[in-house]
């Protein structure tokens, strides 16, 4: 048995004749994050890659395929959101192939670039053991790999993709890691409602309104319908103002509310690297705790908010 | 500009047509005294409340926001307010995370022939609103300003 980035070359490459294209990961440009490759001939399967630098969840792409046979690389987190996409309907099994791994961590290029104090602009790295060596203008470091994991990784519930048709090496537990983070979430509760209302206008008014962790979110499959674009009704307006900025988070949140996974790509994509995930997993908890549900682990579940109960468990109303 | 301006707090009321705008009708009709602050906003069904209505209303200034039907079982489309009860008390949770102090808003049920339980809602309601005061503002200033600015 090689390696198992051998090993996937292999599965890939015998599945392709079936198949309109799969989509996996080549070196990026950078060398601190890989990028998507879409493959449709075989002389592609040479340019795969498997190792940490795997980050971007590229079940997004999959319900802009739809109607053709895709294949699809996919972490423990990534396969999250595909069960989320199979759940809601968005694409079909029968022309998905899923090539599923054990996923030991996927690292944040953000928090290297900033540990290594080299930006974006590397002229080498690899990986090597337990580290990340890196050569930038600045000279050559090493970076433990562990210390550069996205935060997502530290919260990991599944390292093997599931659903998967071809699973790729052993199967395993997810990666044993210390010291998570603190998440935004937690620094917020520590903050009066004020202060929290004060952190978010400043936040926002770095936002530039590009839209990338619309774009990036596996489950924003309206695109270019959105509701943030509409004249009428006219939900936000194209004023630059944070108001309208949060508004459109809270958009995203509620129109993600029982169908986030908490993938992180809204945070991955933001060039501006604002924390818009913390809204969604506020949103995460409640509905765990109301409805004990969490997204993507069941197709066949119906989603918390398309159900109810005439007597709700965990929901008190107030009594007048 | 109002009489009102400065004493009164804009809540924002979100009220089914088969119920509650009855039982506020009911309250009106009886006379009972009630604080005037709520604007009211009639919508078919609770079913028909979409969360960001609420985070909409914070975000354009609203001091408070209370969304009231019918009783459960009773919806006219007999499910909707089972569905917004869900989805409000979801939203319940997003907003503390946004800054907005979540006792600004609240949902109830009141039937069109309980105009005194209308009355004792709205009251204790816009008195809860008072007790928290009108809500926090950007600092930025609002969207005209900034608008305003650009164009300088
Ligand atoms: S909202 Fe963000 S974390 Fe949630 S599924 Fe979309 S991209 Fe992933
Ligand atoms: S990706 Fe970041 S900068 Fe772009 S719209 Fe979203 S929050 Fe704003
Ligand atoms: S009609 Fe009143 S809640 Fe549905």
């Known amino acids: ?320 | 500009m109002s009489v009102l301006e400065g004493k009164e707090l804009r809540i924002i009321g979100f009220l089914c047509n088969w119920c509650s705008y009855g039982g506020a009708d009911t309250a009106g009709v009886g006379r009972f005294t009630q604080p005037t602050d709520l604007r009211i906003i009639k919508l078919p069904c609770t079913g028909r409340i979409n969360p960001l209505f609420v985070v909409r209303a914070f975000l354009n200034g609203a001091d408070g926001v209370l969304v009231s039907g019918c009783h459960p079982r009773d919806c006219h489309y007999t499910a909707g307010n089972f569905y917004a009860r869900r989805r409000l008390e979801v939203l319940r949770s997003l907003l503390p995370v946004m800054g907005i102090e979540p006792a600004r808003f609240e949902y109830t049920w009141v039937s069109a022939s309980e105009g005194q339980r209308w009355r004792t809602v709205v009251q204790k309601f816009t008195e809860q609103i008072h007790g928290l005061g009108p809500i926090p503002a950007f600092k930025s200033g609002t969207c005209l300003e900034a608008c305003l600015g650009t164009a300088i």
């Open chain 1, 1 to 320: 048995m090689g390696s198992q980035l051998e090993d996937l070359k292999t599965a890939i490459r015998q599945a392709l004749p079936d198949l309109d294209v799969v989509i996996a990961w080549a070196a990026g440009p950078d060398g601190l994050a890989h990028t998507p490759l879409f493959i449709t001939s075989e002389s592609d399967v040479d340019l795969v890659q498997w190792d940490p630098r795997c980050s971007q969840n590229l079940a997004g792409y999959l319900p802009g395929l739809r109607g053709k046979k895709v294949g699809i690389v996919a972490k423990g987190c990534d396969a999250r959101s595909i069960t989320e996409l199979l759940q809601e309907k968005l694409i079909d099994r029968e022309q998905l192939t899923v090539f599923g791994l054990h996923c030991q961590g996927a690292l944040d290029p953000e928090k290297i670039a900033a540990m290594a104090d080299c930006g974006r602009y590397v002229r080498s790295a690899e990986i090597n053991g337990g580290e990340l060596k890196i050569v930038s203008s600045k000279g050559a470091c090493a970076i433990s790999l562990e210390n550069g994991l996205l935060a997502k990784c530290f919260r990991c519930t599944g390292a093997d993709a599931q659903p998967c048709d071809q699973f790729i090496g052993e199967h395993g537990a997810p990666p044993v890691l210390k010291d998570a983070p603190a998440t935004t979430l937690d620094r917020l509760e520590a903050m009066s409602m004020e202060e929290r209302f004060q952190f978010w206008e400043e936040q926002m008014g770095q936002c530039i309104r590009c839209y990338a962790c619309r774009s990036a979110c596996p489950l924003c499959v309206c695109q270019d319908h959105c509701a943030a674009q509409s004249r009428e009704p006219h939900w936000v307006d194209q004023t630059d103002h944070p108001r309208e900025k949060l508004m459109f988070q809270a958009m995203h949140a509620l129109h993600t509310a029982g169908r986030c996974t908490e993938c992180g790509e809204c945070e991955r994509a933001c060039p501006v690297g604002l924390p818009i995930m913390t809204m969604k997993q506020a949103l995460n908890r409640q509905i765990k705790a109301l409805f004990d549900y969490e997204a993507g682990l069941d197709s066949e579940k119906t989603p918390p908010l398309f159900q109810f109960r005439e007597n709700e468990e965990h929901i008190k109303e107030r009594k007048w």
